[in-house]
């Protein structure tokens, strides 16, 4: 692909060009047109295929579009409004449609014809989507879609002072690797503070989205809403047992090495106890990081990166900046965390994110920069079903951008001793990153397995699964109720339930490409590009075979891939 391919929008054939999502009545004329048109032929099947995918296109990146405003300025009600009107007045209209719709494709004699994996991918997750579908979930699902922004709203209007001085939370978050103890307490304690004021709200939002996810799965007559949910997200590949699995084969290998990190982070600092605020700061005290200065700076760094790479890598971010596809930089009224938003019909994503000048906002940059890519690769895929990615597939593109650009951080540090500290510390989080998977994942199945549990019993347990993959040397005394809320800053937990056992796969996933990468850079890459191209017209285990890594969260190949982190931690730190 080239600048123009990738700027190029795609050709409508079956709505107006300036045809624009604005009302139900106005988007019911063309469901009717694909609800009554006559497949006759495999021929009409594939147009109706493709009609239905265009239409899909436009009111996915309508939506998101919606999406993107509202997150980038939680403060302005014309934004939220209008992505209130979608999820109130259109979204409950389309999903009776989408539906029968489905049962049309299921029912075809043409459907045979669909004999390509990608195809009966498709008509796998059609079928499960028949099955479940229930009229009475449809208000629950749009009630539960506005209860859900709740969260960015409270999030985003958190703020903190100090010295006279506002701060975001993100933007206090820099405090913590200040190599004052005192000043990484003091924002330490501010933050949580400040987290505190809310946690009875956001505590009482959590119950009542728990409350009507479990409505919805009893309604569509499974037992809880883990078992729906693995349904629904079309979790062909694996059950929440091989989860229960991962989370052990993560507390048995990778649980004891980071202990060990972080006592010989205890030794270094010289402290007689490790505290939450001392997990940031360099252990040998030396300044943090100043990889970039404001937002400019960092994309002008990573399309640099990129480039070093490959060409192609840096156009695709180009093309985003010409198109003014970024909001990356920290401020207030915005809401917290980061995303890739895939822009189905301009086939140009959107990047969002919290940065504040931290090494972790250049690794969420390269971590969305692969999203990024993936998307764009997957614009010439001819139906929306198969660039609609499964999330495993999706997060194997973005954490192992961060692994393999890793040979070219010197775009954002030219000192060979920080680009040192950089790497480590970021092989020490992507390590760290699979402990607390398992932990959101664990205390996930239980939550929706014990649907009416109390408050009390919810911090009862969440301590408890913390204990199991939480370091035993850090020291949480005196901040008992600072530890029993901190969930409550994963968003994924209000807003994409059980979406996060994915990044713990995908992360083995990433260092598995990293390995090919360290081996031979452009065959891995060309590997990882070509599986990213497959979109999900492929299965999972195919598509990591296609990157020439393994679909495999066995305890067996977790040691083996965290013994290759290990032995480049310590080649780094040499």
Known sequence: MNIEQIKTPRVRNFLSQNFKVDTWDHL???????LHYEINSVAALETWLLNRSELESIISEDLGRRYINMTCYTDNVSYRDAFNDFIENIEPNIAPYSNQLNIKLAQSPYAE?????ADQIMLQKIKIDLEIFREENIPIATQLQSKQQEYGAICGAMTLTDEG?????QQAGVKLQDIDRSVRERFYRKINERRLQDKDRLNDLYTELIQLRHQLAVNAGFKNYRDYMFKAMHRFDYTAEDCFKFHDAIKKSIVPLLNQIALKRKAKLKVDALKPWDLAVDPDNKPALKPFEGG?????KTIKCFQNMNPFLGQCLNVMKDMNHLDLVSRKAKSPGGYNYPLDEVGVPFIFMNAAGTMQDVVTMLHEGGHAVHSIVTKPLKLSEYRNLTSE????ASMSMELMSMDHWDEYLSDADDLKRAKFHHLEHALETLPWVATIDKFQHWVYENPNHTIAERTQKWNEIHSEFGLTCLDWSGLQEFKDNIWQKQLHLFEVPFYYIEYGIAQLGAFGVWKNCKEDFNKGLTQYLEALKLGYSASISTVYATAGVKFDFSEANIKSL????????????E
């Open 165 to 169: 001085t506002e701060y975001t939370l």
């Open 562 to 573: 965290v013994s290759f982190v290990d032995q480049e931690m310590q080649a780094i730190a």
């Open 113 to 117: 014809s669909l004999k390509s994996v």
């Open 28 to 34: 019911k004329v063309y469901f009717d047109k694909l």
């Open 393 to 396: 597939i999706a997060e194997l």
């Open 296 to 300: 400019d700076d960092l994309l002008q």
